[in-house]
């Protein structure tokens, strides 16, 4: 059994009351709390180490460059990259996917095929639209049923010659439907030479990632939604696409020589790093993995889901309450309506009352919500420091909410 309680322990921000009530935290899929492990490395960073990296021969800089290539190393390990010059350090998953979308500019044609799923975050859509008004390539999306399961055969009608990128998410953070990125990977390996880009913004901080075994060219995610600070974040891609494809931003640490006549880029990792880093968000991701590890991914995996079916259960005991999804295998959050009262942020504005924390809204997935014709949902979403407690709190705030709007 996990020792919720010492972990709860661990994050001096759950200890306080909102509104007069024991802070209930379950806004996790839009950012986690962060343990003071995490806290500490950073502050003593600022502390202790600050100087910038890869610059000087200083001591100072010396120290902060070993922390964050240290910490490289950590995520490496953390993900089963195969290189750790493979991890660029990015400020989240939203420049992770504009990097990539940027950097094959050069590698995409008119007519050429951009495949997504129906399911993606704004910033795994709009990348794309990008790239397709620079080239004149074409936008295809995966559709999906009324339970948001996407329909793969699709992909049977769609992949070919022409598509040259398929970028889905493994976890949707507007359902936490988890993606069956293993199939949609395969046939894209039998059907097409696409590049294949994994957004884990919601799957990295639920369970463990092996990228070598899910054979994806990129896989992307934040580190604010895993207990880092904000501003952090990866990109993780093969060896052979990150060398052929041509830096994001240009600027100093990504070159090898620069004259008026000609700049020739600096080796990976660098050459996607561009300007000064966030050197003590970095190293405290480090931290955030050792924090996890010391955890352990199926200890993580076993709490949440257990949260997780215990909210869809407390919930569905509430009448006229919708749970989007329902149906599918999830992780992480849980999004709802209550059919007869009040539009979501209603529903928020009174859990907020009660010192409940949940988001609400179109959670950057308009077409998820055009899909199932609401303006938003209300998004309960878990973190290894929840309890049962806080879902059954949540539930009773549910009901109070829908006896008040109805
Ligand atoms: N992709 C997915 C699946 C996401 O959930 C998010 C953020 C992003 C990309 C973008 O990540 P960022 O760190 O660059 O902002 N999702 C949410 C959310 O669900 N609520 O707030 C942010």
Redesign the pocket.
Known sequence: MLDTHNIRSQFPILMQEINGKPLVYLDN??TSQKPKSVLEVYEKYYTEINANVHRGVHTLSRLATEAMEISRKKIQKFINAEKDFEIIFTK????SINLIAYAVTREIKENDEIIISYLE?H??IVPWQMLCERTGAKLKVIPMDENGILQLDFLDKNLSEKTKIVSV?QVS?ALGIINPIEEIISKTRKNSAAMIVI?G??SAPHFKIDVQKTDCDFFVF?G??MYAPMGT?ILYGKEKMLRKLNPFHGGGEMIAACSFEKTTYADLPFKFEAGTPNVGGNIALGSAVDFIENIGHENIAHHENQLLNYAQEKLLEIENLKIYGEKAKKAGSISFNLENAGIASDVGMILDKLGIAV?TGH??THPIMDFFNVAGTVRASFAIYNTFEEIDILAEGVKKAQKMLR
Do not use: F, I, L, V
Request: a neutral charge; one cysteine or more.
């Open positions: 899929a839009a989240g998953t939203t420049e975050h910033s795994n998410n953070n957004d913004a919601q934040s604010h939604k974040g988001r959670h950057c």
